[in-house]
């Protein structure tokens, strides 16, 4: 899966991954007036939400996802789902479809700078920041609820950007890839600092559309580098085990297109038999 870049780099003007919440940059905004105006502060901030496991899923039209293609893609889109808790929100469903819950003006169409890095894209000159989640129902209109999902889109034509329905892209058949994360204490300083790990990994191509799903090591830290997948055969522990059927499942559900039934599609060929 070469498409998909490392999600510990904010390319193309995505922003890092502790950042999506737009109640962090506001409540931050907020301390500072406050102690630049007077005490007691009189402006009041928005929470902001404990936020512990993410769910990445990567999207290309289906015709452009052989990897001899994928540079040739007239767009792309990046799907970041976050949950308080990932369990208990899979098992239970979210109460409302996150489409339902488009937040306005939280960015726009704007050019990118010519900063690739790994890609090779030239042609996906224009991106776009969409925001879903609840909102309390008086002004300023804060984010609310255990859920929070963000879209990244990229396009080669900035007035079809402007008017697409990301919504409509977003579906099984048009993702190549989903990754699932949890947030946990990074091992060099475990009490100031949390990082997302990955545990989880589904990849698909028109090459090989059959999905292939990998597991890597369920610890409770970040380790400097992200640990290795965990080989065919070996033993799954029971809480890794759950979270794969959870992906495998319900996430997956989260990531249909209206019109795809949120199960009975290709099973995914899971190296661990889970």
Request: proline share 8%.
């Amino acid at each position: 899966m070469s498409f998909a870049p490392s999600e510990s780099h904010p390319y193309f003007n995505r922003r890092m991954i502790v950042d999506d919440d737009d109640n962090i940059s506001v409540a931050k905004e907020i301390k500072r007036k406050n102690r630049r105006i007077a005490l007691p502060a009189n402006l009041a901030a928005p929470q902001i939400r404990p936020f512990q496991w993410m769910i990445s899923s990567y999207y290309l039209p289906e015709e452009y996802q052989a990897k001899s293609t994928q540079g040739q893609s007239p767009w792309y889109l990046l799907l970041r789902c976050m949950l308080i808790d990932l369990l208990e929100q899979l098992e239970n469903g979210l109460s409302t479809s996150w489409r339902d819950y488009e937040v306005e003006d939280t960015g726009g169409t704007k050019f990118l700078p010519r900063d690739w890095g790994r890609w090779n894209c030239p042609q996906l000159k224009w991106g776009r920041r969409i925001v879903f989640s609840e909102q309390t129902r008086d002004e300023p209109r804060w984010l609310i609820g255990r859920w929070l999902v963000v879209a990244y889109l990229w396009s080669d034509s900035r007035e079809w950007l402007r008017g697409v329905n990301v919504g409509n892209l977003i579906s099984f058949n048009n993702a190549f890839c989903i990754r699932a994360f949890e947030r946990v204490p990074c091992m060099n300083c475990p009490s100031r600092h949390l990082a997302y790990r990955m545990f989880y990994q589904l990849e698909k191509t028109s090459d090989k559309p059959e999905p292939l799903v990998t597991l890597f090591s369920h610890v409770g830290y970040y380790p400097r580098r992200q640990p290795p997948p965990i080989p065919h055969g070996t033993p799954v522990p029971d809480t890794l085990s759950e979270l794969c059927c959870l992906m495998n499942k319900e996430a997956r559900a989260l990531l249909y297109a209206r019109h795809e039934e949120a199960r009975g599609k290709g099973k995914p060929q899971d190296r661990h038999f889970l």
